[in-house]
Nanobody, 122 residues
Framework: QVNVVEAGGGSVQAGESLILSCTAS????????MNWYRQVPGKDREFVSG???????KYSDSVQGRFTIDQNDAKDTVYLMMNSLKPEDTATYYC????????????????WGQGTLVTVSS
């Protein structure tokens, strides 16, 4: 079983920065990437950023140039460095694992964290 825990959310003013962390623990062999999503009440959860075990990084257009994703050497912790925060970044941020597409990992389940709230005031 893989456990995922996010941390680092809080309340800041527009233009300030926050760093979110996501740590995966347990049996992580089948984890080949970590991703950040965010959700506002009443709206769909949207992709923010992701990183693969190979270091490949992706960002949504709305955060490109402002957010940076990185991972530790063990690839069990991912950081989302959020700069120049805007009120529209206000959301609950969730971390989700991606799984290897291998025969051994065919029954692995992608795992979500509990979420961490980011509030940006103008």
């Amino acid at each position: 079983q893989v456990n995922v825990v996010e941390a680092g959310g809080g309340s800041v003013q527009a233009g300030e920065s926050l760093i979110l962390s996501c740590t995966a623990s347990g049996t992580t062999y089948c984890v080949n990437g970590m991703n950040w999503y965010r959700q506002v009440p009443g709206k769909d959860r949207e992709f923010v950023s992701g990183i693969g075990n190979d270091g490949d990084k992706k960002y949504s257009d709305s955060v490109q140039g402002r957010f940076t994703i990185d991972q530790n050497d063990a690839k069990d912790t991912v950081y989302l460095m959020m700069n120049s925060l805007k009120p529209e970044d206000t959301a609950t941020y969730y971390c989700k694992t991606s799984t290897r597409s291998s025969l051994y990992c065919r029954n692995a389940v992608e795992t979500w964290g509990q979420g961490t709230l980011v509030t940006v005031s103008s």
